[in-house]
């Protein structure tokens, strides 16, 4: 199970829980253990101020061996 990332919003620091919109960039290039790191970024909307920002959702981690969250 992957660990909760808190996005807190960059005006009033308020915690944001759900994106609404979430996408994935791949990196292009493997680590040392020749894993690829898959990222998950998401569009917030704090609920406290209604300013829009980005935050990471998730980070995995995938190669030979597995998965790696």
């Keep these: 199970m992957p ?3 808190e996005n807190r919003c960059p005006e009033c620091g308020e915690t944001a829980t759900e ?3 979430t996408w994935e960039l791949v990196a292009p290039f493997p680590d040392k253990k020749m894993r690829i ?3 998950v970024f998401g ?3 704090c609920p406290s101020c209604g300013k829009n920002f ?3 959702v998730s980070k995995a981690k995938m190669g030979a ?3 790696e969250v």
């Design 43 to 45: 569009m917030f909307k």
């Design 19 to 21: 994106p609404y919109k």
């Design 3 to 5: 660990k909760k990332r």
């Design 37 to 39: 790191t898959v990222t």
């Design 65 to 67: 061996e597995g998965i």
């Design 54 to 56: 980005r935050g990471v």
